[in-house]
């Protein structure tokens, strides 16, 4: 692990010029980094060795190991700490294991405990939800979300619209535009924007209004399930957040999830999923200050949007391709937002492009902004530090470092270059 500065260390700004100061501390292959919230204590996901080490910070650009590294499963990927300092959470992509570690006084690793593994939602038809007095004129919106969250299929949703009042009946095989039409030509609860996005997102569907990607595979509509993959699917976790009211959010890249936990000191028991569309790939998370999270998806470069609702579930709200311009062999990486939570920015490989969104509403809607030069080959991970964007290119063995235009949101042209070997991750510190 390496130090750098960016900027003047006594400027408000970190548009200046790039230094490394050093390195920090020898550490094998690691891709993320952690802060401890109130100790002097850095937390490294080791993926090469499978482990999570812990470092205390002996100077301003030195680290010395603290205790003795934890398994944390196959190829780990991601490590995040609980906002009290008293534990953390692991996400191994090789083997998709989310993994509780405790933390002690002193900020050292202690016991670890695996969460309940990840089972596939596409791999078996789901439970019937039961639509027994779910849908009245009130309600119906916030009941349709969260059957679709539940897996509910064609001929359960249309069973329920046929038994809903305002709503004439439709047949258990009605297609996609069928549906729609009724539901447009109805007073129903359900003709919202935001459900008919939900409802467009069958395999017939397509693109859904305001420029946003069909969610393809939320709900199908038309009764046919989506294609086998190729290959075979394989439970793959990514990434973590601490969430208000004691939830953890977790990411299954490989199984299309996003899996909601309770903590505590001892573990982390799960309490509801919400499934994405089938081969998304949900890699990387963002919490919003509105409360919403953010969910940046690797395979289909897609930015989806969750909310709680008033029990607590968290359900999809709305999604968004995360830029017109991108490339069919893109894959996403990293998701943050700015420091006012007016954009979001996700850094794209292949095209090798940041894609800049604005929040719209109360944070339940995104739109397009710009799709922009990221200036280095495979942008693997960014943040934004102050007026600047410092992006880590994996390939390219450097950090380049981006003016934001503070109005509109957009970076410029790269100002500066750091040359690191194959950074990964970039960790602003206190």
């Not at 069919?328 to 850094?347: C, I, M, N, V, W």
Request: glycine letters at 12%; one cysteine or more.
């Amino acid at each position: 692990m390496m130090a750098a500065t960016a900027g003047d260390a006594a400027s408000p700004l970190a548009g200046g010029p790039l230094a490394l100061t050093g390195d920090a501390v020898p550490a094998l292959s690691p891709t993320w980094l952690a802060a401890h919230p109130s100790l002097d204590v850095v937390y490294a996901a080791l993926e090469g060795e499978g482990r999570v080490a812990a470092f205390r910070r002996t100077g301003e650009a030195t680290l010395a190991p603290l205790g003795a590294t934890v398994d944390a499963g196959e190829t780990t990927c991601h490590v995040t700490v609980a906002p009290d300092g008293s534990h953390l959470i692991a996400a191994a992509w090789g083997d998709g294991v989310v993994t509780h570690v405790a933390l002690d006084a002193a900020g050292r690793l202690g016991a670890r405990t695996e969460a309940e593994p990840a089972e596939d939602p596409y791999d078996a038809p789901r439970p019937a939800p039961d639509a027994t007095g779910l849908l009245d004129e009130q309600g119906g919106v916030a009941e349709l979300r969260d059957l679709v969250d539940r897996g509910a299929d064609a001929s359960q949703l249309a069973a329920m619209l046929a038994g809903s009042t305002p709503t004439p009946a439709i047949g258990a095989d009605a297609g996609l535009d069928e549906v729609l039409a009724i539901l447009g030509q109805s007073k129903n609860p359900f003709d919202d924007p935001a459900v008919r996005d939900i409802l467009r997102g069958g395999p017939s569907g397509g693109a859904a209004e305001g420029g946003a990607s069909p969610l393809a595979g939320a709900v199908d509509l038309g009764g046919s399930a989506p294609a086998a993959p190729a290959d075979p699917r394989t439970p793959r976790a990514h990434c973590s957040v601490f969430l208000p009211r004691g939830l953890v959010a977790t990411t299954d890249l490989g199984f299309d999830l996003v899996r909601f936990w309770r903590s505590s000191s001892r573990g982390i028991v799960l309490d509801h999923e919400v499934a994405l569309p089938r081969g998304a790939g949900p890699r990387h998370l963002a919490l919003h200050p509105s409360g919403h999270l953010y969910v940046v998806t690797e395979h289909t470069c897609e930015v989806f949007v969750l909310a709680a609702g008033p029990d607590g579930r968290w359900a999809l709200r709305s999604g968004v391709a995360a830029a017109p311009g991108s490339l069919p062999t893109d894959t996403a990486a990293e998701l943050t937002r700015s420091r006012d939570g007016q954009f979001l920015y996700a850094g794209l490989r292949g095209s090798d492009t940041i894609a800049v969104l604005r929040v719209r509403g109360a944070g339940e809607r995104l739109e397009q902004v710009a799709l922009v030069d990221s200036g280095i080959r495979k942008p693997r991970h960014h943040v934004v530090l102050r007026d600047a964007l410092l992006v880590a290119g994996q390939d390219s063995d450097e950090v380049a470092s981006l003016s934001v235009d503070q109005r509109t949101g957009v970076p410029g042209r790269v100002r500066h270059r750091l040359a690191v070997p194959s950074p990964q991750h970039i960790l602003p510190v206190r």
